[in-house]
């Protein structure tokens, strides 16, 4: 580079050419390094990123360091948990393929102790006449209930003794009532709750249906509770009677004779 290329950075008319020749290149070789330090810093200071604002933007756009597979296995969590969620439960589509039907059924409001009463139970699909049904349980009340191919009837009471006189799951066709029967009877006088359902069966799955849950009224006359005592405690009695000497004075006054007074 020439020296009197440095009358570039002083005016015109100026003294540049009185002052000395070393001193003109020193001035000059002190220019040529800072020119050469400035060139070096810039390109590593845009390389390293060593400004703040560089270091935020390389950060908000560093990718995730997780494994690939934890990624994959989070969405295939969420699109099976989402496909559960969608999925219908299996008894409420069949409960909701179920035929309209009605029950009827016959309980009485009262019993007798220790006497067996007829219940009576039946089930039809929509075409069948509440008549026909009436005509299976002698009468009663009929009400709407949802009706499977295969049923279920059942009767229960703590405090009776039920004796069921048909299956207790049979088969519903389109065209007759299904009958259900049990002879029931209670031992205790009072009001004892009794309770029918119907259970619609759906392969392994059932669904129970509450028809009727009452209290049925006991009765006990004191005719009844006297033969019901004798015909359950008649080898006691006897025993006691015999032993007792009771029934020999018994037999002795009515078939015995009356004694004659002696002539004198």
């Not at 070789?29 to 810039?42: A, I, N, Q």
């Not at 296995?73 to 009605?102: F, S």
């Not at 004075?249 to 009356?258: L, P, S």
Request: proline share 7%; charged share 20%.
């Amino acid at each position: 580079m020439s020296l009197n290329g440095w009358n570039l950075f002083w005016p015109v008319g100026s003294t540049c050419a009185t002052i000395p020749r070393m001193v003109r290149l020193r001035f000059a070789l002190v220019l040529l390094l800072l020119t050469v330090m400035l060139g070096c810093s810039r390109p590593s200071e845009s390389k390293g990123n060593r400004s703040p604002v560089g270091e935020t933007a390389g950060s908000a756009t560093q990718p995730s360091t997780s494994p690939p597979g934890h990624s994959i296995a989070r969405r295939h969590k969420r699109e099976h948990g989402a496909a559960l969620a969608e999925k219908p439960d299996p008894l409420q589509t069949e409960l909701k393929k179920l035929e309209a039907g009605k029950i009827g059924y016959f309980v009485p409001d009262t019993m007798k102790a220790w006497q067996y009463t007829r219940v009576r139970a039946s089930v039809g699909k929509g075409q069948v006449s509440d008549a026909t049904i009436q005509q299976q349980t002698g009468g009663g009340t009929i009400e709407p209930v949802q009706v499977s191919p295969k049923m279920k009837v059942t009767l229960e009471g703590p405090d009776f003794e039920i004796k069921p006189l048909s299956p207790d799951e049979q088969l519903v066709d389109d065209s007759t009532p299904t009958t259900w029967e049990w002879d029931v009877r209670s031992n205790t006088a009072g009001k004892h709750p009794l309770r029918l359902a119907a259970v619609v069966v759906l392969g392994d799955s059932e669904k129970e249906f509450r028809v009727l849950e009452r209290d049925i009224i006991v009765q006990v006359s004191t005719t009844d509770a006297i033969t019901h005592f004798l015909s359950t405690n008649w080898q006691w009695l006897a025993g006691f009677l015999v032993s007792s000497g009771v029934l020999g004075a018994i037999i002795k006054r009515f078939t015995g004779k009356k004694d004659k007074p002696s002539s004198s």
